[in-house]
């Protein structure tokens, strides 16, 4: 299977578990990058706990999901180095990279800005090499 029809492939499956935004970037030469975006609320956490809450792990789940079936895709590609980042993620900020596979602009909130989806949403990524 060519890179090309992977790609195409994960972004076809991507749509069962509600991916809003999805992009493909290549960093340092020769590392792919699928980034996802899922719909989540960016209202503020503590006005609605139980609301806001219930939804990022509604999403947090969706995004897991997405990713342990595109990393096994990925594997029977033949890539051997993959690694995901999920909506959790503590290691690495997924935003530069959300910008440069178009997902929006930087906001003067230091959130992406997209104009349809504005700030409500969560970004999960995929990296294979």
């Known amino acids: 299977m060519t890179d090309e029809a992977l790609i195409k492939k994960i972004y076809e499956i ?6 809003i935004l999805k992009g493909h970037i290549v960093i340092n030469k020769d590392v792919n990058v ?6 989540c609320s960016s ?3 503590y006005r609605h706990f139980w609301k806001v809450s219930r939804e990022v792990f509604h999403v947090n789940s969706l995004a897991k999901r997405n990713l342990r079936l595109t990393k096994h895709m990925v594997k ?3 890539y051997k180095k ?14 530069p990279l959300a910008v440069k596979a ?13 104009e349809k989806y504005k700030n409500d949403f969560l970004i999960s990524a995929i990296f294979f090499k």
Do not use: C, M, P, Q
Not at 14 to 19: A, I
Not at 34 to 39: E, G, P, Q, T, V
Not at 102 to 114: M, Q, R, S, V
């Open 14 to 19: 991507s749509e069962n578990f509600d991916v």
């Open 34 to 39: 699928i980034l996802f975006a899922h719909r």
């Open 43 to 45: 209202e503020l956490f």
């Open 76 to 78: 029977k590609a033949g």
């Open 82 to 95: 993959i690694w995901t980042k999920g909506v959790f993620s503590f290691y690495g900020d997924l935003r």
């Open 102 to 114: 178009k997902f929006g602009e930087w906001g003067d909130n230091g959130l992406i800005y997209n």
